[in-house]
């Protein structure tokens, strides 16, 4: 089965089996902040309302804190 | 609006046609890379002309932590004012002694000041303090945040007047002034709403020239221009009421774009309103260090004196390098 792959801020991956669908509501079935990331589609930098598809990489960078 | 290109699914910038990488959640804007860049950077330089935060004649002392905000700030201002590389711009880097976290960030501080070609300061709480931050909080690292926020206050007032700064610039976003905002709220301290940051008696003014800029635009705009970021955070920032504050403005600003900025605008209403309405204390100086002070003793020494270190007057500021 060809499912999307989420690399985690932490470096950890997570294969989710998900038909295309907004970035946005696959960050909250993780349980993140979409206004609290940065996502990469594929090695590019994406707006937040883009769509993933299975097929897709989809990276995702915490926004640090402090100074 | 979307136009679609080759990737049917590629959202492209509103100002070309370019790939769009940022979306602007309050106006539903999009932009590409260097619309993004030439955006968040004219917003930078908007906001040091409109309050006349550097003048031509400053010399300006840069509050640099070797974080994203502080970085990203370090790289603005020689960007945005190249007249004031010659001499007029240092970075200073307070080393507070936190082990496993300030080694990394203090090594970044000091290859971005080489890249950018600006003086270096490092100074810390072991030789002005006697004492490392880790050491002074064994017994109750709940009150770090606190501590170091007075003592890191201190030590770069200190280090800046010594190098001759007319202006402190700190890398405080909006994401930083709503949580002040809002924690100075849910503490029911009234006085510090009204306390003036800068003003007679208050030090070297500071400037926060990226005060109207989110986290979430800071952190991409370093991603973008291959700024780096230190991964390491500070160990002690979970065990403070402002993770929570954050967690909190986190979500109201995803259900709510714009609540930050909104939080900040009306807080500084009130602050401004309160601010003219109160009866100035008289002068008084800290009977201890001589520095001025609300109180006896100033928040500085208080604090030293709490965590076993007398106050000291300060000794000379070492150098990048001799640390
Ligand atoms: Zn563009
Ligand atoms: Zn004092």
């Known amino acids: 089965m060809i499912c999307l792959k989420v690399i985690l801020p932490d470096g950890s991956s997570r294969d989710l089996d998900v038909q295309e669908s907004p970035i946005e509501n696959v960050l909250l079935s993780l349980g993140i902040n979409p206004a609290g990331v940065i996502v990469a589609r594929n090695g590019l930098f994406v707006p937040g309302d883009s769509l993933v598809r299975e097929t897709d990489v989809l990276r995702i960078y915490l926004i640090s804190h402090g100074g | ?323």
Request: some cysteine; proline content about 6%.
């Open chain 2, 1 to 323: 609006m979307m136009k679609t290109p080759a990737d049917q699914r590629t959202i492209c910038c509103d100002s070309c046609s370019l790939p769009a990488v940022s979306l602007d959640p309050l106006s539903g804007a999009h932009f590409c890379a260097s619309h993004f860049n030439a955006r968040f950077e004219d917003a930078v330089a908007r906001t040091i002309t409109e309050s006349r935060m550097i003048l031509p004649g400053d010399r300006v002392a840069v509050a640099l932590s070797g974080g994203k905000d502080s970085t990203v700030l370090a790289v603005l201002l020689a960007k945005l004012h190249p007249d004031l590389r010659d001499s007029g711009l240092v970075a200073i880097t307070v080393d507070e002694g936190i082990a496993g976290y300030r080694e990394e960030t203090v090594g970044s501080a000091c290859k971005l000041c080489e890249r950018l070609g600006i003086g270096h300061l490092v100074v810390s709480f072991g030789d002005r303090f006697g004492a490392t931050l880790d050491a002074m909080v064994r017994e109750s690292p709940k009150r770090a945040c606190t501590i170091c926020g007075v003592l890191r206050r201190t030590l770069l007032q200190q280090a800046a007047a010594e190098w001759g700064a007319t202006k402190v610039a700190t890398g405080h976003c909006l994401d930083d002034e709503s949580e002040t905002a809002l924690m100075n709220c849910l503490s029911g301290a009234a006085g510090r709403i009204s306390h003036a940051e800068s003003g007679p008696g208050a030090g070297v003014p500071r400037i926060k020239p990226l005060r109207a800029m989110s986290e979430k635009d800071i952190t991409l705009y370093a991603l973008l221009n291959d700024i780096p970021i230190p991964r390491a955070e500070c160990p002690y920032a979970r065990t403070s009421l402002r993770a929570e504050v954050r967690g909190m403005m986190g979500y109201l600003e995803y259900r709510y774009p714009g609540t930050a900025a909104k939080v900040v605008e009306g807080y500084s209403g009130i602050a401004e309103s309160l601010r003219r309405h109160r009866t100035p204390l008289p002068a008084r100086r800290c009977t201890l260090c001589g520095q001025p002070s609300s109180g006896e003793h100033c928040q500085c020494c208080t604090i030293l004196r709490m965590v076993g270190q007398g106050p000291e007057p300060g000794a000379p500021t070492k150098r990048s390098g001799q640390v």
